[in-house]
């Protein structure tokens, strides 16, 4: 009895030294929200709350905020602001919005309150209009294909990219940096999922192929990258791009065979991609999309 004891002992040690680290002990929490310079640059950051995060520029002339990230979070556009206060005395010069989805761009008054002059595409100005959300602070300036924005030093490129994961949609680059800020169309470490509801699938991949050919070489997501919270690549854009033509091509097929919606979504697979971390949840809101475009032509 003693023998088979020891053997199913050392049985089950040996099965736990198997596991990945992440089942074997349960990594921190991370706190709700969080500041931190990004790597090797003087003066941008990256203020993360939950699960949604934007870049600030500190200058000495001022800052230049992005995306204030407080809807159904109303908490967290003052905090944002409060982060910023604890690094800099310097004003708060520019709010610029990635796009007009709510869930990134709610929430501004802190920063307007603040004297900062909010800038948007002129489609998301449109989109407001219309919408009239009392938490979303109309631009005070709009932009077309392009501006660039000069303060203390600091240069920061405003890039339409036209239809893609919205109509509104700017890249920030920062050119002596190296680094772009780019929110929703381009995932690091995971894949697309709610946000297919109302993307462009085709004008996205020509998005995606105007951001690789700019000149930069980390990216700043909207949402933190895995693991970790890390930034991206080009690999990073590539692996998007690749994953969402092979999408296309899967279910352009399954829609000439008269499987989409119903049979596409519960049959169709992409296993190369099945090891991604939230393949499973993704996936059928991949389905579906394309599914709207080779089934439907929407």
């Known amino acids: 009895m003693k023998r088979l004891t020891h053997a199913l002992l050392v049985a089950v040690l040996a099965a736990i030294a198997l596991l990945p680290s992440w089942a074997q002990a349960q990594a921190p929490q991370r706190p709700q ?3 931190k310079k990004v790597d090797g640059t003087e003066n941008v950051y990256v203020f993360r709350h939950g699960n949604y995060q934007a870049m600030f520029v500190v200058t000495p002339a001022g800052v230049i905020a992005t995306d204030p990230i ?5 908490e967290a556009s003052a905090t944002y602001v409060d982060e910023i206060k604890k690094i800099t005395d310097k004003p708060i010069k520019y709010l610029i919005y990635s796009h007009h989805h709510f869930d990134h761009i709610a929430g501004g008054k802190p920063f307007k309150d603040a004297g900062a002059k909010v800038i948007a595409h002129k489609r998301a100005k449109e ?6 959300d009392p938490a979303t602070i109309l631009p005070d300036e709009i932009v077309g294909n392009s501006k660039t924005i000069k303060l203390g030093g600091t240069t920061l490129e ?4 036209g239809l893609n994961h919205s109509d509104s949609s700017l890249a920030m680059r920062l050119p002596k940096e190296k680094i772009i800020f780019v929110v929703d169309l381009l995932p690091v470490g995971v894949l697309p999922a709610r946000g297919m509801i109302d993307f462009h699938p085709l004008e996205a991949e020509a998005a995606i192929k ?3 050919a700019m000149d930069w070489e980390r990216l700043i997501p909207g949402h933190p990258g895995m693991p970790e919270g890390r930034l991206g690549t080009k690999k990073d854009a590539q692996d998007i791009l690749t994953f969402l033509q092979a999408s296309s091509a899967a279910v352009r097929e399954a829609a000439r065979a008269g499987k989409c919606w119903d049979t ?3 049959e169709l697979k992409l296993p190369a991609y099945a090891g991604w971390p939230n393949y499973e949840a993704a996936w059928p809101f991949v389905v579906r999309r394309y599914c709207g475009l080779w089934g439907r032509g929407t």
């Open 264 to 266: 596409a979504e519960k």
């Open 33 to 35: 929200f969080e500041t």
């Open 70 to 74: 407080s809807y159904a979070r109303p």
């Open 158 to 161: 405003l890039t339409y990219l």
């Open 210 to 212: 105007k951001v690789l």
């Open 127 to 132: 989109r407001f209009a219309v919408l009239k």
